[in-house]
C-alpha cells in the first residue's frame, strides 16, 4: 500500500538506459567552456552508497579503459579540455591534478604523503590546501596516471551494504592557467570532480566500530553540503549566512560552490 506520497523538482532525469556517452554530453561538456572562460566549475556525484556514483564520474578509468564506451565523465572531460587546448592558438596553457580524499574530516592528499593536511585561506589564493601536491599534465595520459594512483590510495571497506564500500570524500581537481600568446592577459580556473561517499542508513550497513565511525563522519559532511546548496538556493537574500565551516567537505569547496561559479550535481 502506498503510504504517502512525494514530489521532486529535477532539471533533467536519464533513462536506466541512458549511455555514459548522454550522461557527459548533457551534464559535464558544457562544463567544459565554462573552465576555458576562466569559471569556478564542480561536478558532484551525490547518492546512495552502491548506486554508480564512481562508475558514473569514472573515477577509477585507468589509461587502457579510456577507449571503452563505459568511460566516465573525468576521463571524457580531460580529454575535451585537451583538444580545446589542441584547438587554441591564441592562449598558452598549462595544466595541473591534483587528488585528495577527506576521511574522518582529515584532508590527505592521495599523490603524495598522506599525512593530515592544512586547510588555508589568503587573498591570494583564496581557500587552499597547504603542502598539497599538484602534477603539472601535458596529456591525457599524464592525467588519467594520476586519477589511477590517487584511486589506488582511496580509503575503502566492506559493508552490508556494498563489498567495496568508498569511506571518504575523494576530489580531483584540475587547475588550468591560460595566458594570452603576448602576455596581456592571464585567466585562471579550477575544476573539482568530487566523488562523494555514499550516503547511507547507519542501521542498514551493519556499521560498528571504525566503519561507525566512517559514517558518522560520511553523513556528517553530506548534511553540511546539503546545508551550503539550500543556503545558495535561497534567493530571499544573497547575503544571507552560508555555513561552509560546518566541515572540512563544504570548507575545501567554498571557492568554487557560490553565487559566482558553476555546480553540476
Known amino acids: 500500500a502506498i503510504i504517502d506520497t512525494r514530489c521532486f523538482q529535477f532539471d533533467f532525469v536519464f533513462e536506466a538506459n541512458d549511455s555514459q556517452e548522454c550522461v557527459y554530453q548533457s551534464c559535464a561538456f558544457p562544463i567544459v567552456d565554462k573552465l576555458f572562460e576562466g569559471y569556478n566549475c564542480t561536478i558532484l556525484a551525490y547518492g546512495q552508497?552502491?548506486?554508480?556514483?564512481?562508475?558514473?564520474?569514472?573515477?577509477?578509468?585507468?589509461?587502457?579503459?579510456?577507449?571503452?564506451?563505459?568511460?566516465?565523465?573525468?576521463?571524457?572531460?580531460?580529454?575535451?579540455?585537451?583538444?580545446?587546448?589542441?584547438?587554441?592558438?591564441e592562449f598558452c596553457f598549462r595544466l595541473s591534478c591534483s587528488m585528495l580524499e577527506i576521511y574522518n574530516e582529515n584532508v590527505r592528499d592521495l599523490l603524495g604523503r598522506r599525512d593530515a593536511l592544512?586547510?588555508?585561506?589568503?587573498?591570494?589564493?583564496g581557500i587552499f590546501i597547504k603542502n598539497l601536491t599538484e602534477i603539472p599534465v601535458q596529456s591525457l595520459k599524464d592525467t588519467l596516471i594520476c586519477l589511477e594512483e590517487g584511486?589506488?590510495?582511496?580509503?575503502?571497506?566492506?559493508?552490508?551494504?556494498?563489498?567495496?564500500?568508498?569511506?571518504?570524500?575523494?576530489?580531483?581537481?584540475?587547475?588550468?592557467?591560460?595566458?594570452?600568446?603576448?602576455?596581456?592577459?592571464?585567466?585562471?580556473?579550477?575544476?573539482?570532480?568530487?566523488?562523494?561517499?555514499?550516503?547511507e542508513r547507519l542501521k542498514k550497513t551493519l556499521a560498528e566500530g571504525d566503519r561507525l565511525k566512517e559514517g558518522i563522519k560520511i553523513n556528517e559532511g553530506l548534511l553540511a553540503l546539503g546545508n551550503v546548496i539550500a543556503a545558495l538556493i535561497d534567493h530571499s537574500s544573497t547575503k544571507a549566512h552560508i555555513p561552509y565551516r560546518d566541515s572540512k567537505l563544504t570548507r575545501l569547496l567554498q571557492g568554487t560552490i557560490n553565487y559566482e561559479t558553476s555546480l553540476t550535481i
Open 49 to 89: 552508497t552502491g548506486s554508480g556514483k564512481t562508475y558514473t564520474m569514472g573515477s577509477e578509468e585507468t589509461v587502457q579503459d579510456l577507449v571503452r564506451p563505459t568511460a566516465g565523465i573525468i576521463p571524457r572531460m580531460v580529454q575535451d579540455i585537451f583538444r580545446n587546448i589542441e584547438r587554441s592558438s
Open 118 to 125: 592544512q586547510i588555508r585561506e589568503d587573498v591570494q589564493q
Open 151 to 199: 584511486c589506488r590510495n582511496r580509503s575503502q571497506a566492506q559493508t552490508a551494504m556494498n563489498l567495496k564500500s568508498s569511506r571518504s570524500h575523494a576530489i580531483f581537481i584540475l587547475n588550468l592557467n591560460k595566458t594570452a600568446a603576448d602576455e596581456s592577459t592571464s585567466v585562471k580556473a579550477r575544476l573539482n570532480l568530487v566523488d562523494l561517499a555514499g550516503s
